[in-house]
């Protein structure tokens, strides 16, 4: 039997458990030079929350908490929303405390978001960015079902595109 993963909406009364767990990974994060710079109390935490998202509404849709057992063990979110071509989109963010990688847990938390993504907000257009050296994380991409589209350079750094369509969701859930 598989365990339990689940995604616990991003509240604001979470805030402080988000931090927590946020503070903990902090070196681990900066590795993969992603992390929170900028960030050294909870109300920092939730100015930046505010400044990404505009409100608590777009949070509690956009961000969340994955629970591993009933355990916060990482986040999984949406951001950088476009409409490009007639198609809206959106790239997911994931990361996962250390203890927890390797259980399957983060493919699991991305197959629920990408179902709130299509089926919920109703986009288009999913995108994963992973920096090249991040295998795991690309991994993740493609058992998720998204197609490796080549590299990106962001930030002068180069990143791994990944991609997933409506339509490739679709075919997915009907076999």
Not at 38 to 58: A, E, H, S, V
Not at 118 to 134: A, K, P, T, Y
Request: aromatic letters at 12%; hydrophobic letters at 35%; a negative charge.
């Amino acid at each position: 039997m598989k365990a339990s993963t689940t995604l616990v909406p991003l509240t604001e009364n979470r805030i402080p458990l988000d931090y927590k767990m946020i503070q903990k990974n902090e070196a681990y994060l900066e590795s993969f030079g992603e992390g929170y710079p900028n960030i050294k109390n909870t109300n920092d935490y939730f100015l930046y929350l505010l400044r990404i998202y505009g409100d608590f509404q777009n949070i509690e849709l956009k961000r969340f908490t994955i629970c591993h057992e009933d355990k916060p063990c990482g986040q999984i979110g949406l951001h950088s929303f476009c409409i490009e071509n007639f198609t809206c989109q959106a790239e997911i963010f994931y990361w996962i405390d250390e203890q927890f990688q390797g259980k399957g847990i983060v493919t699991r938390a991305c197959q629920q978001l990408q179902k709130h993504a299509f089926e919920v907000l109703g986009l288009d257009l999913l995108i994963i960015h992973c920096q090249v050296e991040n295998i795991k994380s690309a991994n993740v991409a493609l058992r998720c079902g998204f197609n490796y589209e080549g590299i990106s350079n962001l930030d002068n750094t180069q990143y791994k595109k990944f991609i997933k369509t409506l339509e490739q969701y679709q075919k997915e859930i009907i076999n």
